[in-house]
């Protein structure tokens, strides 16, 4: 099979890693990728937006399985070109990846086929919304762009003067441009947050294993969010009953309920979680792996990716076997640039990653790096994702930041507690 594979950071060299072991494929391009998948594949330079120049290299190569890392190329049609010109394609259309480029559409879906989530409202003024926040509404609350935000469109407001200033930078002065000129306000659920993945053709899904997103900056779940700190896998706090929850009122009303919008969703449907004492509620949906959950989920999966990616694209997935998983847990601490998620420099020398012995139990995902005169420089927020398995979460949180400490860059940024929150949760089930 002939793979094209389209995006640049940790979640796509971990797409591509996996990839590349099929015995299915015999070759496989990324675009416009980054140096870590150029070590498992072929680099193109079309950008992720480059519609016409994606479909254009597929048809001409022959490609058989477009996979689609990013949200924002399935938002603009990237699936539906690949449709239009017989290119199977995992991710969804535009029509269903609105569940992602528009929050107000996601909640609209949830609210009409009863999938559990906070209770909220929707504004394309600021007036009104600043009547709702010194009215009716209750603290703390989540002011919300609507649109596509990279990551940074939610604000938590403790009191009114944080939301009104949170409603006024995104309805009047723009601050994530047409991503905010419509905003969700939501109530504040409490809870661990979780993050849940099920494959899906539309007809029929798969559930894949459980994950723990540490999204904060800093240390306890401090400092400013950004797109993702480090993650686990297996998520310790989601036991059987409440993935079985998550597969009964949240997976199986979205995919049913879209196909009933006539929106038919195939890909990987994502769903950002709180565990609430009432159960879990959804927080948002994405239409995309998350990262870094994919970089733990590629290193326990078993079994082969392509034939399941595929099968979603076809409409065959009840054709496949549930993924076989390495029952060992994971975990994933991502290097990030000095200065991130604000403003960071780029093209500083990387090193010590020759140093890193990987294989099966330890693999350094590539995010925003760069190869310059053939040395390895940071080019994006999050650089590295250091990934490890052990026979214990302890055993794999020292594999993984014992690789952290080997790897060096001026303004090297990390979190050294990540996986503490699921050790904790063991440690409280003895
Ligand atoms: N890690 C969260 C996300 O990918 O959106």
């Known amino acids: 099979m002939r793979v094209l594979l389209v995006g640049s950071g940790g979640r796509e060299h971990a797409l591509a890693w996996k990839i590349s072991h099929s015995?299915?494929?015999?070759?496989?391009?990324?675009?416009?990728?980054?140096?870590?998948?150029?070590?498992?594949?072929e680099n193109l330079s079309f950008a992720v937006n480059d519609?016409?120049?994606?479909?254009?290299?597929?048809?001409?190569?022959?490609?058989?399985?477009?996979?689609?890392?990013?949200?924002?190329?399935?938002?603009?049609?990237?699936?539906?070109?690949?449709?239009?010109?017989?290119?199977?394609?995992?991710?969804?259309?535009?029509?269903?990846?609105?569940?992602?480029?528009?929050?107000?559409?996601?909640?609209?879906v949830m609210v009409r086929h009863r999938v559990p989530t906070a209770t909220y409202r929707v504004f394309s003024e600021l007036n009104p919304a600043v009547s709702y926040l010194q009215g009716g509404a209750r603290y703390p609350l989540v002011v919300k762009a609507s649109g596509l935000a990279a990551g940074k469109g939610v604000v938590i407001c403790a009191d009114v003067r944080e939301a009104r200033d949170a409603a006024k930078a995104m309805l009047d002065d723009g601050v994530h441009g047409s991503a905010g000129r419509t905003i969700v306000i939501e109530d504040f659920l409490d809870g661990p947050?979780?993050?849940?993945?099920?494959?899906?053709?539309?007809?029929?899904?798969?559930?894949?294993?459980?994950?723990?997103?540490?999204?904060q900056l800093g240390e306890g779940g401090s400092g400013p969010n950004t797109?993702?700190?480090?993650?686990?896998?297996?998520?310790?706090?989601?036991?059987a009953r409440t993935t079985d929850a998550v597969e009964r009122q949240v997976i199986l009303p979205t995919i049913h309920g879209m196909n009933h919008e006539g929106r038919r969703f195939q890909g990987v449907l994502f769903a950002g979680l709180k565990l609430t004492p009432a159960g879990p509620k959804v927080l948002e949906y994405n239409v995309r792996f998350g990262d870094p959950e994919c970089q733990v989920l590629m290193l326990r999966l078993k079994s082969d990716l392509v034939p399941l990616l595929l099968a979603c694209a076809k409409g065959q997935l009840d054709q496949c076997e549930a993924p076989e998983w390495d029952a060992r847990p994971a975990i994933t601490v991502i290097l990030a640039s000095g200065g991130y998620p604000g403003n960071y420099e780029k093209g500083i020398p990387i090193?010590?990653?020759?140093?890193?012995?990987?294989?099966?139990?330890?693999?350094?995902?590539?995010?925003?790096?760069?190869?310059?005169?053939?040395?390895?420089?940071?080019?994006?927020?999050?650089?590295?994702?250091?990934t490890a398995l052990g026979d214990t979460l302890l055993e794999a949180r020292d594999r993984a930041y014992a690789a952290v400490e080997t790897i060096?860059?001026?303004?090297?940024?990390?979190?050294?507690?990540?996986?503490e929150a699921a050790l904790q949760t063991l440690r409280n089930f003895q």
């Open 227 to 239: 797109g993702g700190m480090g993650a686990v896998s297996p998520n310790p706090m989601m036991g």
């Open 51 to 108: 519609l016409e120049g994606i479909v254009g290299f597929a048809k001409e190569q022959g490609v058989d399985l477009v996979v689609v890392g990013p949200e924002d190329p399935l938002v603009q049609g990237l699936a539906d070109r690949c449709a239009e010109l017989d290119i199977a394609c995992f991710g969804p259309r535009a029509d269903a990846a609105e569940l992602e480029g528009s929050k107000a559409f996601c909640k609209e």
């Open 193 to 215: 947050e979780a993050s849940a993945f099920a494959l899906t053709d539309s007809r029929t899904f798969l559930p894949l294993e459980t994950c723990q997103d540490h999204k």
């Open 23 to 41: 015995p299915l494929v015999e070759k496989l391009w990324i675009t416009p990728g980054n140096p870590g998948t150029a070590q498992v594949g």
């Open 408 to 419: 060096d860059f001026d303004g090297k940024t990390y979190r050294r507690d990540i996986g």
């Open 351 to 386: 090193r010590g990653l020759d140093l890193v012995w990987t294989g099966d139990d330890l693999q350094v995902f590539h995010a925003g790096t760069a190869m310059e005169g053939g040395q390895l420089v940071t080019n994006g927020g999050r650089v590295l994702a250091v």
